[in-house]
């Protein structure tokens, strides 16, 4: 199964670490056995739905047959 991998960290909250979150998701998807294809990452506040990365993730997803 290929996969994408989206992480996000907010702007506001300084000293917050993406590999925080991708390393967990990066190790689920080895003992899944999931073909990561593409990861993902934003630094944006989650209220604003126009993360660049965020919709990149839902127009490769859509175009590809990828689960994000």
């Not at 996969?3 to 993406?18: E, P």
């Not at 990066?26 to 073909?35: A, F, H, M, T, Y």
Request: proline share 1%; with cysteine; net charge negative.
């Amino acid at each position: 199964m290929m996969v994408g991998i989206y992480t996000r960290v907010s702007t506001r909250d300084k000293g917050q670490d993406i590999l925080n979150q991708v390393n967990p998701i990066r190790d689920l998807c080895v003992q899944e056995d999931w073909k990561i294809w593409r990861e993902y990452q934003d630094h944006d506040s989650g209220s604003r739905a126009d993360r660049t990365q965020f919709q990149q993730m839902l127009r490769d997803g859509s175009e590809k047959n990828l689960i994000c």
